[in-house]
């Protein structure tokens, strides 16, 4: 079964800037679609980007775009998602996930259609 692995979150001040990164063992990821959430204390889990199996295709939450961006690395099987100015509204824990492509240019940041999930990175934007 596939296993993810987020880190590189922390604590940052708000301009600030995090690159998390979502690493799997066994399996390669690109041959996954990944979608990455985040779920701040309270709230449901939100979808804020995703990327197809090939790269083709990346997807950004309005809250997020602009500022964030979500790029492959398959030599060292990981997809990152790369943050900048970060606000305090974006503190939360981010969850990478993966699935089966069902189409090859297209993904979705809808929670159902993602089978595998990893633990989660905290991150936390203040001053």
């Known amino acids: 079964q596939l296993q993810l692995v987020e880190s590189g979150g922390g604590l940052v001040q708000p301009g600030g800037s995090l690159r998390l990164s979502c690493a799997a063992s066994r399996f390669p990821l690109d041959d996954y679609t990944i979608g990455w959430f985040r779920q701040a204390p309270g709230k449901e889990r939100e979808g804020v980007s995703c990327?197809?199996?090939?790269?083709?295709?990346?997807f950004y939450t309005d809250s997020v775009k602009g500022r964030f961006t979500v790029s492959r690395d398959n030599t060292n099987n990981r997809v990152y998602l790369h943050m900048y100015n970060l606000k305090p509204e974006d503190t939360a824990v981010y969850y990478c996930?993966?699935?089966?492509?069902?189409?090859?240019?297209?993904?979705?940041?809808?929670?159902?259609?993602?089978?595998?999930w990893g633990q989660g990175t905290q991150v936390t934007v203040s001053s």
């Open positions: 996930a993966a699935d089966w492509p069902l189409r090859p240019n297209i993904c979705t940041v809808a929670k159902g259609s993602y089978a595998f």
């Open positions: 990327i197809t199996h090939r790269g083709s295709t990346t």
